[in-house]
């Protein structure tokens, strides 16, 4: 089945600074890569997702890039603010299939004042 | 806007009992899923279901069952609950028919279960 690794686990950066997510998945069959933020109580939410027929998709201050070939693919977030703060998950499925999505273990983003 | 409910926010059970975890969602969505939330592990795919009455494993079915006799309803049973199944429960559904959004899952806002 397919393994997501995601790092690192814990972010911290200044505020007004980029950080970025790194993932990569084992299954060359993956084709859907959504993105995940979860703060603290409440439920995941989706964020960004990218298919495999496209390389960078981005959305305001987020963006998401996947190498398919190195089979991995990132999190970028531009001048980061306090509301940024909060755990992310990458994930990987075989979209088209009505297979459940394989997570990421997390990462625990924390913006610095 | 998608609504995902379950039916519990907490939930304390002792070891050994039958525990049932009810999601519910209201767009009519073909697709289900329950998947567990642990530190350090992320989320775990339980058991998902693609429609009315079918069920397929996920990555961790062990001591889970599930029933899907309404589509907007899937539960998920624990036939006699351990300490280990002390966890975060997060169901989610999926509409695959609609192209712009066939792959995106929408979260419940999980059930913190508590085995003593």
């Known amino acids: 089945g397919e393994n997501v690794e995601q790092h690192p686990s814990t972010l911290s950066v200044q505020e007004g600074d980029s950080a970025v997510i790194k993932c990569t998945y084992s299954d060359s069959a993956s084709n859907y890569f959504p993105w995940y933020k979860q703060e603290l109580g409440k439920r995941p939410q989706l964020i960004i997702d990218?298919?495999?027929?496209?390389g960078e998709k981005k959305d305001q201050r987020i963006a998401v890039t996947l190498n398919k070939t190195a089979k991995h693919f990132s999190l970028h977030i531009t001048e980061t603010q306090p509301e940024d703060s909060a755990v992310y998950f990458c994930a990987a499925s075989n979209g088209g299939g009505a297979d459940g999505l394989t997570f990421g273990k997390g990462t625990h983003l924390i913006i610095q004042p | 806007d998608v609504k995902v409910t379950q039916s519990s926010r907490y939930l304390v059970k002792r070891t050994g009992e039958k525990v049932f975890l009810e999601c519910v969602q209201d767009?009519?969505?073909?697709?289900m899923f329950w998947y567990r939330q642990d530190p350090g592990l992320g989320l775990r795919l339980i058991y998902f279901s693609y429609d009315v009455k079918m069920k397929e494993k996920g990555d961790i079915p062990e001591g889970y069952s599930v029933s899907r006799e309404k589509k907007e309803r899937f539960s998920l049973i624990l036939e006699s609950a351990s300490t280990n199944q002390t966890s975060m429960y997060l169901c989610?559904?999926?509409?695959?028919?609609?192209?712009?959004?066939?792959?995106?899952?929408?979260f419940g806002p999980g059930t913190r279960l508590t085995v003593l």
């Open positions: 767009m009519d969505h073909e697709n």
């Open positions: 990218i298919r495999s027929n496209v």
């Open positions: 989610a559904s999926r509409n695959p028919g609609l192209a712009s959004r066939r792959d995106t899952q929408y």
